[in-house]
Each structure stands twice: as structure tokens, then as C-alpha cells.
């Protein structure tokens, strides 16, 4: 009887482990979404100490960490009012007309759109359809802002990623903020 009893405890044991099991596998399922992107800035800086030009060069990351395809992927730069930034960035313009056909699009391409008459607002969307697969990213990477640091300034950048299922859009979850003035030099005297 007493290996019966044993017998018992191990089943017992190992039923309890499949049901602990099971409950995590619920818990993980339910608590991965189905649409969860993540997006950022990075960035360096290259900063004039006489108050000349500086530069930033930045890119701006998405990562899918849902369960499901992100389709039709395109995101927003919004800039402060007033603010210095010269926006550089490998970017082709839409065409009004629909002609963007007869040029050769190329792997990687992003195209601007929404061209409003807002100078702080810069749109844009990869040129070719794009889907990104849980767990992959998507870059706009390598565009520079400048600015002149002859002046007091005080600027920031916002960052935003729309698609088709979020498309009422997701903020980045950090943002470029840059303040500064140029430095005044002592005289110095003999």
C-alpha cells in the first residue's frame, strides 16, 4: 500500500506541474498583444563650441513586439513652434500627379507625403509596401537636423508611428530635446 500511496503523490506532483504549466502558457498568451510597436530616436551630436553649426544625426526605430504583422507602416516628425532644425534625410517627394511609377524605387526608400502647409510637421512612409513580422524593425535611419548656435535656442522633436492598425498613431517613447545658447568668452587681458 505504500507504493500505491507514492504512486499517489508522484501523479499528484506531476498533475500539479501541467496545470502550473498551463497557467502560465494562459497568462502569456493573454498578456502578449496582438499590436504592441515600440518606436524611438537615436541620435549623436556634433555641437560648435564658438556657436557655429550644430548637427545631429539621428534615426528612428520601430520594432514590432506584438503577435501579428504590422501592415502599412509611415510616421510623423513633429518639430516645435519657432524651431532652428534644417531637416536632412534620404527621402524622395510623392508626386501630386501619381507619376512616382516611372521613377525606379529602390529597397529601403522612403518617400515623404502629406505635404501640408505646416513647417513643423515632416510625413513620411517606405516607398514600397512594407510589413513588419513580430519581433522584426523598421528604420528611418541616418537624417541629420542642423542648426545655427549663434542664438539662443530651444527646440524639441516629436516622433509618432501610424499604420493600418493603429491608425490614430503611437508616440515614440522618448523625444529629441535640445536647448542652448552661445557660450561668451572672457577677454583675456596681459
Known amino acids: 500500500m505504500k507504493a500505491s500511496a507514492v504512486e499517489r503523490v508522484h501523479d499528484w506532483r506531476q498533475q500539479r506541474n501541467e496545470y502550473v504549466n498551463q497557467i502560465k502558457q494562459k497568462i502569456e498568451q493573454s498578456t502578449k498583444k496582438d499590436y504592441d510597436v515600440l518606436s524611438y530616436f537615436t541620435f549623436s551630436l556634433n555641437m560648435d563650441e564658438e556657436g557655429g553649426e550644430h548637427l545631429a544625426l539621428c534615426s528612428y526605430l520601430i520594432v514590432n513586439f506584438g503577435s501579428q504583422p504590422i501592415t502599412g507602416p509611415y510616421i510623423c516628425f513633429k518639430f516645435s513652434d519657432e524651431h532652428p532644425f534644417e531637416f536632412f534625410g534620404k527621402y524622395v517627394n510623392s508626386d501630386s500627379n501619381g507619376n512616382n511609377e516611372v521613377r525606379r524605387q529602390t529597397q529601403g526608400e522612403w518617400e515623404r507625403i502629406h505635404h501640408s502647409e505646416l513647417k513643423n510637421e515632416i510625413w513620411l512612409k517606405p516607398s514600397q509596401a512594407i510589413t513588419i513580422q513580430p519581433g522584426e524593425q523598421l528604420s528611418f535611419p541616418n537624417f541629420q537636423l542642423k542648426w545655427q548656435g549663434d542664438l539662443p535656442y530651444q527646440a524639441t522633436m516629436l516622433g509618432f508611428t501610424y ?28
Open 163 to 190: 499604420s493600418d492598425q493603429k491608425p490614430s498613431g503611437t508616440p515614440a517613447i522618448n523625444q529629441f530635446n535640445i536647448t542652448g545658447s552661445k557660450a561668451k568668452k572672457e577677454e583675456q587681458h596681459d
